[in-house]
C-alpha cells in the first residue's frame, strides 16, 4: 500500500491546507496525475500523485490543514517493478525538529569574590591576578586608573607597601623576594590551572646501588658518579615511550617535544629554587651527565646560568632525598607536563621469592597533568623508569 | 552581424536518435524523481528542474569532447547528465551526502566534476559567463584547442556580466561558446519585461561577434547548430552566441507558485515536448519501434532507482570535516 | 640588498615572476600601454609583450571571474583591480566564486589567483576614491589577505602568494609607493603569515598594518621621548591574523592599541581587539583602544580629510590615556 503524504512544496513550507481531492476513492491514478489542490502561503498548487494504482482511501478531508509528511490518502499499487529491482523505501525523512527559538543566555556575571562588598570593583584583570597571586585584598588597594580603576602598578604598589616595615619608606624589592613572588605566582598559577594527578612507587635500589659502585672503583674521586644521575638517564630514556609527558601544554594543546631535556630542581642558597635543562638528557653518557649537572648546580648558584637552560626544560625531576625527605609530591612548572619527584634511599623490609630480606629502596612520584596524561600512561611510565633501574649497565 | 550562417542539414540515424532519445529520457525521468525526493524532503533548499529544456542540453552537448570545458547555471542537472556525470553522485549531491559530486557542500545548484570539466553549477545569474571567459582564456594561452561551452538563460543576458563577458571574449578572440537557453522567463519575470530588446541572438552585434537563432525544441537542429558554431570557434574564430528557443514546463523551482503565466501557455508548449515531438518524428522514419521505447524506458527507470538507493544508502560527511577543504594546502597544485 | 621604492619592489616580484613561470600573466586596467594607474607595471609590457601583460576593459566583474577561469585553467594570473573602490564592482567573483569554489566543489578546484589592490586615502582622492576596505576581505574564508607595508613585504610577499593554491589578496596603500625600503633579491621564499615586531617595547603595543604603520613608528618615537616604551607590531597579513604574535605582545605589555585607517564601527580593529580580550583578558591592564578613521565619507579638503585619518597625535594622545603615568 503506497502513501500519499502532504508534499513539501517550497523551501520555508512547513504545512498546508487540503482544498479539494480531484479525484475519488476507488479511481485509478497513475503517476504524474493532479490528485488534490494544496493551499499554501504562497498560493493554491495542484499536487501530483507519484504512484500508480488505485485510491483506497482518503486520511484527510478538505478543509483540514496538516504538516508537511501528513499521509492524506493510501493508494492500493499495481505493477509495481519486478523484484529485482524493489521500491525504494518511501519513507518520509523525518520531519525536522522545529527550530528553537535560539535561546538568548542572560549575560552572566561572575560573582564578586566572596570577601568583597556587594558594591562593584574597578580593578584591571592583570592587576586582579597579580592581587590574588601575593595575597593581597584588591578593595584594599587604592586605584589610580580611569575611574578609580586599580591598575597593576597599584597593586605592584601596594605590595611593595606591605613588605616594608611601617617606619622604613618601601625598599626596592631585592632580588630573592622578587623570586619568590615570581615563583609564587608560577606555582599558584600551576595549582590553578592544571589538573594534577599524582602516582608513587617503590623502586628497589640494591642492583643500580651496587652497580654504582663497582663503577665508582673504576673511577677518580673527582669523577665519580651520584647515584641521581642514575635517576635522570632512566627518567630520560623512559620518555622516550612516553612521549606525551616530555612536551609542553602551548595555547590550550599538548605539544609534544621531539628532545628530551630533564629539568634538575636545585635549590638556591639562600631560598629560591631554578630548574635548568640537562640539554638532550637521553643522549648523554653517565659520565657526561654528571660533569653536566655538576657544572650545572655549580652555575645555578652562582647566578650565571644560560637562558636557554632555563627554557628549554620538557619535564623536570626533582630530588630531596637529601633533605630526608622520602616521598615527593611536586607541583608541575608550566607549560610542562609532567614532574618527577625522587625521595631518599631508604633501607627497608623486602619480600621477594616468598623470603624477606632488607633491601635499599626509593619512591618515585610522578606529578601528571591530566589534560595530557592520565593514570594508565602515568603508571606505565613510572613502570619503565623502574625497569630501567634495574638495569644499570644499560643507562 | 550573423554570419557565417548555419545552414541547418540535420544527420538522422538510427543509433545516434536512439541515443538522443534516452539522453533526453533519463533527464526526464532523473528531474521527475528529483521532484518526488524534494516533495518527501529528500532533497532540500532549491530545485530547479530541466523539464521541458532538454534538447538544449542534450543537443548541444554533443558538439564537445572531454578536452573541452562546460560552464552552466543552477539549473544544470540535464547538463551535469548530459557530460557523463553519473546519475548516482548527483542524486547523492542533492541529497547532501558525501559521495555528491560536491561531497555534499553544493546541493543541487553546485554541482561540479573537474575530471568531467564541469565546472559548475553557479547560483548567481551570470556569475558563470566571466569563468568561462577565463578558462577558453587559459586554453588559448596554453595553445590548447580546446573550446568552453557556457549555457546561461535569458535572464542573464540583463546582467552586466554577460555584457562584460561578451566583449571581452570577442575582444581577445577567445574559443568561448555562449549558449543562451532562453525559456522565456528570468524567473517570474517574461522576457518582453525584461528585455527593450527581445532577440537575443541580435545582442552579439554590438560586440561584434556572430550568432544564430534555433529552435530549443527541435534536438537535432539544437545538435546540429552547436556543432557548427563549435568548429567556427575551435578554428580560432573567436566566440560564437547560440540562442536556443525554449521553454520550462514547470515553475522556476520547487517554491515557484508559477503565478506568472498561463496555463494555456504552458499546455500549448508542452504540446512541443521535445521528447515527445522527437519520439514521433523517429516513429515516422521508421527508426523507433514500440519494443525500442519500452526498453529504454526501462532500464531509465532502472538507472533512477538505482540513484536513489545510493543516495540513500550513502553516508554523510563526518561534521568534523566542516572545515576540510576551506583553503588548500601549499603543497595543493592546480590541476593543469 | 637592494634600496629600491615600493612600487619597484612590486615591478621586481611581477618581474621576476613572469620571466621564470610561463604561467603567470598580470591583467588589468591600464597594466600595459598606460604602465599602471600607479606606475608599477611601467615596461613590462614592453619586455613581456602583450599576451603576458594585459590591458582590460573597464569590466571588473568580468576580468576578475576570467582570472578565476584561468586560474582554474592552469594559468597563474595577477589580475590588478586598479583600486579597492573599484574592487566592488567585482565583489561577486571574488565572494561568490574565488573563495568559495574550493569548498563548494568538495575540494575539487583550486583558484591559485593573485589580486592586487591599491587602497586608502591621504591624497585628497574624495569619498569614492578613498575607501580602506581590507578588513571586509579579512571577513571572507577561502581567500588570504595580505597587507605589505614595506618595499621587503611588497616583494616577498607577492611571490609567496604566486605559490598559494588559493586566492590572494595584496592590499598596497597608495601612499607607500613611493616609500623606500631594502629588498633581498636572492631569499628563496617569504613568509606570509607572521606579524613583525618591527620595534620592541615594553609599555603598550601599538598594533598595525599597512599604510599607518609609518605614522605609528613616528608615534613611538614621540612617545619613547616622554618615557613610554612602545612595542610597534606590523601585522603583514590580515588573514590568517598572526594571533599568538599579538598575544605574546599584550602579555608582555598589558596595553593594546590598535591603529587602523578604516571606519571604527565594525573595522577589522574590531577583531583584533575581540581575539585580544579572548586570549589575553588575564594579562590586560586597560581596555583595548582603537585610534581609527573618523566615520564620515572621505572628504576632499587637506585639513578635513587629515581629521578624518588617523594622524601620530592621536596615537600618542590615545596610547597616553592607557598607560599610567610614570613617576
Known sequence: ?395 | MSTPDIAEKPVVNREHSLFLLREMLRIRRFEEKAAEMYSLRKIHGFLHLYIGEEATGVGAMQAFTPDDSIVATYREHGHALARGIPSTVLMAEMYGKATGCSHGHGGSMHFFDVSRRFYGGYAIVGGGLPIAVGLALADMMQNRRAITGCYFGDGAVAEGEFHESLNLAALWKLPVLFLCENNLYAMGTALHRHQAQTDISRKADAYGLPSYAVDGMDILAVEDATKQAADFVRNGKGPYLLEFRTYRFRAHSMADPDLYRTKEEIESWKGRDPITVFEAKLRELGLLTDADLSRIESEVAVEIEEAVRFAEASPREPVEDLLKDVQGSATTLPRS | MTRMTYREAVRAAMRKALKEDDRVFLMGEDVGRYGGAFAVSLGLLAEFGPERVRDAPLSESAFVGAGIGAALGGMRPIIEIMTINFSMLAMDQILNNAATLRHMSGGQLSVPMVVRVATGGGRQMAAQHSHSLEGWYAHIPGIKVLTPATAADAYGMLLAALREPDPVFLFEHATLYSVEGEIDETAESFDIAQAAIVRAGTDVSLITYGGTLGKTMQAAGRLAEAGIEAEVIDLRTLRPLDTPTIVHSVAKTHRALIIDEAWRTGSFSAEISAQIMENAFDDLDAPVARVCGAEVPMPYAKHLEEATLPQAEQIIAAAQEIVPRHG
Open chain 1, 1 to 395: 500500500m503506497a502513501e500519499f503524504v502532504m508534499p513539501q512544496l517550497g523551501a520555508d513550507m512547513s504545512a498546508g491546507k487540503l482544498l479539494q481531492w480531484r479525484k475519488n476513492v476507488g479511481d485509478r491514478v497513475e503517476r504524474g496525475d493532479i490528485i488534490a489542490d494544496v493551499e499554501t502561503d504562497k498560493a493554491d498548487i495542484e499536487v501530483e500523485v507519484f504512484s500508480t494504482g488505485t485510491i483506497e482511501k482518503f486520511l484527510i478531508q478538505p478543509g483540514e490543514k496538516v504538516p508537511v509528511g501528513t499521509v492524506m490518502a493510501l493508494i492500493h499499487e499495481v505493477g509495481e517493478p519486478t523484484s529485482a529491482v524493489p521500491a525504494p523505501s518511501r519513507e518520509l525523512a523525518p520531519a525536522p525538529a522545529p527550530t528553537p527559538a535560539v535561546a538568548v543566555l542572560p549575560l552572566r556575571r561572575e560573582p564578586p569574590p566572596s570577601t568583597a562588598e556587594v558594591t562593584r570593583l574597578h580593578i584591571s584583570p592583570v592587576a586582579r591576578k597579580l592581587a590574588a597571586d601575593l595575597g593581597i585584598d584588591p578593595a584594599s588597594v587604592s586605584g589610580t586608573g580611569p575611574g578609580g580603576r586599580v591598575t597593576l602598578e597599584d597593586v605592584q604598589r601596594a605590595a611593595q607597601a606591605q613588605a616594608a616595615k611601617p617606619s622604613v619608606p618601601a625598599p626596592e624589592l631585592d632580588r630573592a623576594t622578587r623570586m619568590r613572588q615570581a615563583i609564587g605566582a608560577a606555582m599558584a598559577r600551576s595549582k590553578r590551572e592544571i589538573p594534577h594527578y599524582y602516582l608513587s612507587t617503590t623502586i628497589e635500589m640494591s642492583r643500580a646501588i651496587a652497580w654504582l659502585a663497582q663503577e665508582n672503583l673504576k673511577r677518580s674521586v673527582e669523577d665519580r658518579l651520584v647515584y641521581g644521575v642514575l635517576l635522570l638517564k632512566a627518567v630520560a630514556m623512559a620518555l622516550r615511550e612516553f612521549p606525551e609527558l616530555n612536551g609542553l601544554w602551548i595555547d590550550g594543546k599538548a605539544m609534544k617535544k621531539p628532545e628530551i631535556h630533564v629539568g634538575v630542581a636545585i635549590s638556591l642558597r639562600g631560598g629560591g629554587l631554578v630548574a635548568p635543562a640537562l640539554q638532550n638528557t637521553d643522549r648523554q653518557s653517565l659520565d657526561e651527565l654528571m660533569k653536566r649537572f655538576r657544572d650545572l648546580v655549580q652555575r645555578a648558584r652562582a647566578g650565571s646560568l644560560r637562558s636557554s637552560e632555563l627554557s628549554d626544560p620538557t619535564i623536570t625531576v626533582t630530588s630531596l632525598g637529601e633533605q630526608g625527605v622520602e616521598a615527593v609530591f611536586g607541583v608541575i612548572y608550566p607549560p610542562q607536563v609532567a614532574l618527577i619527584g625522587f625521595g631518599k634511599i631508604v633501607e627497608r623490609p623486602w619480600a621477594s621469592e616468598g623470603q624477606i630480606t632488607v633491601r635499599p629502596v626509593l619512591t618515585a612520584t610522578l606529578s601528571g597533568d591530566h589534560r595530557v596524561s592520565d593514570g594508565h600512561r602515568g603508571g606505565l611510565f613510572l613502570a619503565a623508569v623502574e625497569r630501567r633501574l634495574q638495569e644499570p649497565s644499560q643507562l
